[in-house]
């Protein structure tokens, strides 16, 4: 059986952590932050779990992140 290819686009989005979980950066934190309060952009910074309705599609993407 020949070598999975991992998506390049998702491999710099997603990272796994050590207990099998996929985390995520959240989004709205690059532009148009005049409007958005310190306290939005504060939580902006934290990164996030991948939702489990999204969890098998993003593990596809990513055949070697276990």
Do not use: C, E, W
């Amino acid at each position: 059986m020949p070598k999975l290819k991992t998506k390049k686009a998702a491999a710099k989005r997603f990272s796994g952590t050590g207990t099998g979980k996929i985390k995520k950066m959240k989004t709205n934190k690059t532009h148009i932050l005049g409007k958005k309060s310190p306290k939005r952009k504060r939580n902006l910074r934290k990164a996030n779990l991948v939702n489990k309705a999204n969890l098998k599609q993003v593990k596809r993407m990513l055949p070697y992140l276990d």
